[in-house]
């Protein structure tokens, strides 16, 4: 029995579970609901065959839907939290349908059907996810990790400990050129290997491990990162792999324009009366409402970003451009608010519509750090190969204390990868980032994680 509810909800078995079931209660709910209303309904049969023309394209909706949401991932949120993704993805396939329906010409769908059954979808929905993801982690917490590294594997260690996810229960933590390295990956079941081991012992201990038929997963540096989607050629009878240019298409620029424009216009106007009743508490308030700052965008240019004020008046005019932290005196309590449902950054609307940013791209940093991060590190700079965003993969994946290296692998992967379809993806995800902070505090204490570590670590 144990044995089956392992292989069900392994990885495999819940990426095939979880959609399967999901399309079981979609369809199902829609038909309680036809059942319910059977009565009420003036052309049942009508109404019934309108549901069946499009009902093949309303499971191809909801897998669509559930990917850019991330349902077929396991989730480590509480109720309310997976409830919240469920309901941002049933009310996207709401209006899938009601687009569906007038395309398809089957007006006689009903719109008492449609919003019942999206009332039960989601209710069930969430129940299902949360007993699925719990399952999930009940299977998989208990494998053993092994982090292999220099400086950077205690903190990879760190962050595996401080998910509490379930690559949490690390057994090691040694140097790859440890006398007992790989008796370590042979009593663990899921190996880690940092960026920061020399290139040798890295091939080594990838051939040992795919050999075997270990579990691995390592950092990449960003040069890897560039190096991701490349293409194969053949040179005579030897195989050869094309670097891509880093950067996008002239063509996806000017769709990428337009799709900007669309969505600051949409922004603007639904944001409108928000935005009027912030300003006017945040001048009533006293002191100005907009805060208006230096950013570097595409080509390192530099431009205005403006953005509704959180923080007291001059907040840096003694202690000069320092990061934002994730506890910080100088934001206001109306400032924490807005922090928190984002609605700071609403004015940024108006520097997309004007070109200075785009919705999708690296968030864009203050010169005095872009100057000192790209000192820091060569690749820096890269990111500017395309305009600023006003969310990123860095922002939906990432948390307050990710730090500048991370960000920029993320910043290279989104660049490196772009096409409108992950686009679109990012800026549903942003929705579901305002459960991020809640979801990744960690229960034990910084310092009591940092001595965990260090007693794993061999020498």
């Not at 009743?277 to 308030?285: A, D, E, F, R």
């Not at 002191?287 to 965008?297: H, I, L």
Request: proline fraction near 3%; include cysteine.
């Amino acid at each position: 029995m144990n044995r089956f509810i392992e292989k069900v909800f392994g990885y495999k078995g819940y990426k095939i579970l979880t959609p399967l079931i999901d399309l079981v209660i979609i369809y199902g709910a829609i038909i309680l609901s036809f059942d319910f209303f059977k009565d009420s309904l003036d052309s049942f049969s009508e109404n019934w065959f309108a549901f069946v023309a499009i009902s093949p394209y309303i499971g191809i909706a909801y897998l669509i839907i559930s990917h850019v949401f991330e349902l077929d991932k396991p989730k480590d949120f509480t109720f309310w939290g997976i409830g919240y993704t469920v309901i941002l993805a049933i009310i996207t396939l709401l209006l899938a349908i009601m687009a569906i329906s007038f395309l398809a010409r089957e007006f006689a769908f009903p719109r008492s059907i449609l919003l019942a059954s999206s009332a039960i979808q989601a209710i069930l929905i969430t129940l299902w996810h949360l007993f699925a993801s719990k399952m999930y982690f009940r299977v998989n917490k208990g494998k053993s990790v092994l982090v292999i590294g220099y400086a950077k594997s205690q903190a990879l260690a760190f962050k595996l400990l401080e998910s509490r996810g379930m690559w949490s229960r690390i057994k090691h933590v040694c140097a790859p050129a440890h006398p007992h390295v790989y008796d370590f990956i042979k009593e663990c079941d899921v190996t880690f290997i940092t960026e920061d081991i020399e290139e040798s012992y890295k091939q080594d201990i990838i051939l040992f491990c795919v050999e075997n038929n270990y579990t691995l997963f390592y950092q990449p540096k960003n040069s890897e990162i560039l190096q991701f989607n490349a293409n194969f050629h053949q040179i005579d009878d030897s195989p050869v792999m094309d670097v891509r240019t880093l950067g996008i298409s002239p063509s996806s620029e000017t769709v990428k324009r337009i799709v900007d424009v669309f969505f600051a216009i949409l922004g603007i106007v639904i944001f409108f009366i928000p935005a009027v009743i912030i300003y006017l508490v945040l001048k009533i308030g006293g002191g100005t409402a907009f805060y208006v700052q230096e950013r570097v965008t595409r080509d390192n240019r530099i431009f205005k970003i403006y953005k509704f004020r959180t923080m007291i008046e001059n907040a840096e005019a003694i202690s000069g451009p320092i990061l934002a932290q994730d506890v910080d005196k100088r934001i206001t309590k109306i400032g924490r608010i807005l922090r928190t449902t984002r609605l700071d950054e609403v004015p940024q609307l108006f520097n997309i519509l004007i070109g200075d940013m785009s919705v999708v791209g690296p968030r864009p940093e203050r010169p005095f750090f872009v100057e000192q991060f790209s000192k820091e590190i060569p690749e820096y700079n890269l990111r500017h190969r395309v305009k600023a965003g006003l969310t990123g993969i860095a922002q939906v994946q990432g948390k307050y204390n990710t730090t500048v290296l991370d960000k920029l692998k993320y910043d290279l992967l989104y660049i490196n990868g772009y096409s409108l379809a992950l686009d679109f993806k990012l800026i549903m995800q942003t929705l579901n980032i305002l459960l991020r902070k809640s979801s990744t505090e960690g229960v034990k204490g910084v310092l009591e994680l940092e001595e965990e570590v260090e007693n794993l670590t061999r020498r």
